[in-house]
């Protein structure tokens, strides 16, 4: 069984009783976390074109229209759907705007490659704290390149973890739903991405 934030749980089962108010709130609980996954992932090409807020509702509109399938089967918990559903739209907006190609693993893994310069900067800032990488006097641009540069030698599935870890603030139990993985395999990526990433970033001199 997957570990459900106590409240949204609440709100499922009232929901799940045909409490449209329920439905309201967990839609309007979430709302600013998904504004951050789609800060953390919508590419600076795709933003110059789509208001970010336009994404975000729009996604509240599709899962109210999925919401009855989802509340009768609870597949994962309710924000990892959620958070789904957001993704697919910014694959779909990252298709049309960018890759005007099918549909493909190639197109999601550009798209998760794509953070915004702010998102960057904000990882480094994170591993910074943690007493990761080059001198915290460095200056910003630097630290923003290193940081793209380690993020793409680390193997997607580390940084898959490291970004909804450390920038859109999942839980371990949230991301391990989210990706169809164990909780213990999410905390082994995780671990293994820090590493991993001070050691790229101390590579540069």
Same mark, same amino acid.
């Given at each position: ?7 949204? $749980? ?15 709130? =967990? @839609?309007?609980?979430? /709302?600013?976390?998904?504004?951050? @996954? ?25 899962? !109210? %229209?999925? =919401? #009855?399938? !989802? ?5 994962? #918990? ?15 907006? *990252?298709?049309? *705007? ?9 197109? +999601? ?11 960057? *900067?904000? &990882? ?14 460095? @200056? ?17 599935? !580390?940084?898959?973890? =490291?970004? @909804?870890?450390?920038? $859109? /603030? ?8 989210? &990706?169809?993985?164990? $909780? %213990? ?8 991405? =820090? ?7 101390? +590579?540069?001199?």
């Amino acid at each position: 069984m997957f570990e459900h934030d106590p409240d949204t $749980e609440q709100l499922v089962q009232r929901a799940s009783s045909g409490d449209s108010s329920a439905e309201r709130q =967990l @839609m309007d609980r979430h /709302r600013d976390r998904l504004k951050r @996954m789609v800060a953390v992932h919508l590419d600076p090409r795709v933003k110059a074109r789509v208001d970010p807020s336009d994404v975000v509702q729009e996604t509240l509109i599709i899962a !109210y %229209g999925r =919401l #009855p399938a !989802y509340l009768q089967q609870q597949p994962i #918990p309710f924000y990892p759907w959620l958070r789904q559903i957001a993704w697919n739209r910014l694959v779909d907006l *990252h298709r049309l *705007h960018v890759k005007a190609s099918k549909r493909s693993v190639k197109r +999601e893994e550009d798209l998760e490659m794509a953070l915004s310069t702010h998102s960057t *900067h904000q &990882l480094a800032r994170k591993l910074l704290a943690n007493g990761l990488g080059p001198a915290e006097g460095a @200056m910003r641009e630097e630290l923003r390149r290193r940081m793209k540069t380690a993020l793409a030698r680390l193997p997607a599935s !580390y940084r898959t973890v =490291l970004v @909804m870890r450390q920038l $859109e /603030r999942l839980s371990t139990s949230e991301i391990a739903a989210a &990706l169809g993985i164990a $909780e %213990g395999t999410v905390k082994s990526r995780h671990f293994r991405a =820090l590493e991993r990433i001070r050691v790229l970033l101390n +590579e540069e001199p």
